[in-house]
């Protein structure tokens, strides 16, 4: 799969894999790497995206070389220590050039294909500013869908001390898209339960989210 094939939008969209996390509750490991079923989370969250969005770019604060391979742009958070996942967004609406940023969590193992044009219909329809996704029973703010513009007002919001993301969103007149059917675990690891429920998934191969192939590998 290559960026030839992505999908042109009525309005540019940049999609950002948000792998700058810490992996506390895994154990530190560097979930975007994290093999899972035999291939590392960042190349399932890769094969997702690339369809749907303009370019893409990846957030990441360690293993940069690793990431970097894959072939789009890698940048880290501007701020000190690890501020979050919004010091991630901010990093990428500073680092994109398009209208809109779709950011995603790495460990996000099966994005919807109809994902960025779901979002992008609701924010017409419900004259919102961001849009995120619900699955029916819970809020999954990191999977959002923000304008480039609100950049400054985000730096805002860290510079005072701020880190919720769903608080932020919601300032901005937040728009969801639902996703019942797919449960919660699709959208994040957390957990070692969470991890072995994704690796069933993937061995069974009822579920199996497309490739992304590494341009020049064998």
Request: overall charge neutral; proline content about 7%.
């Amino acid at each position: 799969m290559s960026t030839d094939s992505m999908k042109k939008h009525s309005f540019s969209i940049t999609g950002v894999i948000l792998a700058g996390g810490l992996g506390r509750r895994l154990g530190g490991v560097d979930k975007g790497l994290m093999n899972v079923a035999g291939r590392p989370l960042i190349e399932r969250t890769l094969g997702s995206l690339v369809p749907q969005v303009d370019r893409v770019l990846i957030n990441a604060n360690r293993n940069i070389d690793a990431y970097a391979r894959y072939g789009f742009p890698v940048v880290t958070d501007k701020h000190p220590d690890y501020q979050g996942p919004l010091a991630g967004m901010a990093s990428a609406l500073a680092a994109a050039d398009s209208e809109y940023v779709l950011c995603v969590p790495c460990d996000a193992t099966w994005l919807p294909p109809d994902l960025a044009s779901r979002m992008k219909a609701a924010l017409a329809r419900d004259e919102g500013k961001v849009c995120a996704i619900h699955d029916g029973a819970w809020l999954h703010p990191v999977c959002a869908l923000i304008p480039r513009a609100l950049l400054p007002d985000l730096r805002q919001w860290l510079g005072d001390g701020r880190r919720e993301v769903a608080g932020w969103l919601q300032k901005h007149g937040l728009v969801t898209v639902s996703y019942p059917e797919w449960p919660s675990v699709y959208w994040s690891i957390n957990t070692a339960d969470d991890l072995a429920s994704v690796e069933r998934r993937l061995k069974t191969g009822k579920t199996t989210p497309p490739e992304f192939i590494l341009q020049g590998a064998a």
